[in-house]
């Protein structure tokens, strides 16, 4: 997103203000955001002197990709993009983890690890039989086969790969 003051520069501050109600959004380069506001310890002095003489003044976190704000998620549940994640980390991850346990993905565990390896198993075999065919080795292949018949069984309750 480029910077909606000089439109040449990327934007990377996006600037909040709300004053009475009334939600104003800048989309600025850091060049931009110094010129307008000051640099940030300045800028600190200033919400300071505005909240003492009654001004509220109050800054929002906003996505730069989708435009959506933390407090807008917590009304309707939903993230407006991907990067919204990485905008809104610190927020989400007490609640991913009271939700989920943890904040890294595992994976399943344990989930028909027999037909896995039932499936390789049968994979193998079928390659060793096509080279015993190339082979002309007839007997390893009668004995590939059956093997394959078994797993094939096991696998497909009874069906056969073949047929």
């Known amino acids: 997103m480029l910077c909606q003051r000089c ?4 934007a990377t501050v996006n600037y909040v203000e709300i004053i009475n109600g009334d939600k104003y959004e800048s989309h600025l380069c850091a060049l931009c955001y110094a010129e ?3 640099d940030l310890a300045s800028k600190s002095a200033n919400d300071l002197w505005a909240g003492l ?3 509220s003044v109050q800054e929002v976190k906003v996505c730069p990709v989708c435009g959506m704000s933390y407090s807008e998620y917590e009304k309707t549940g939903l993230l407006g993009c991907a990067s919204c ?3 809104f980390k610190e927020e989400l991850l007490p609640s991913i983890s009271r939700i989920q346990g943890k904040v890294t993905h595992v994976g399943k565990e344990n989930v028909n690890n027999e037909a896995h390896t ?4 049968l994979k193998t075999l079928q ?8 082979n002309r080795n007839y007997l390893e292949a009668d004995r590939l086969n059956r093997q394959i018949k078994e797993i094939s069984k096991k696998l497909f309750n009874g069906g ?4």
């Open 118 to 121: 039932l499936q390789s198993k």
């Open 160 to 163: 056969d790969m073949n047929g």
């Open 7 to 10: 439109k040449k520069n990327t």
């Open 127 to 134: 390659e060793d039989l096509e080279v015993a065919l190339r």
């Open 36 to 38: 307008l506001c000051g």
């Open 53 to 55: 003489f009654g001004e």
């Open 85 to 87: 994640y990485d905008v």
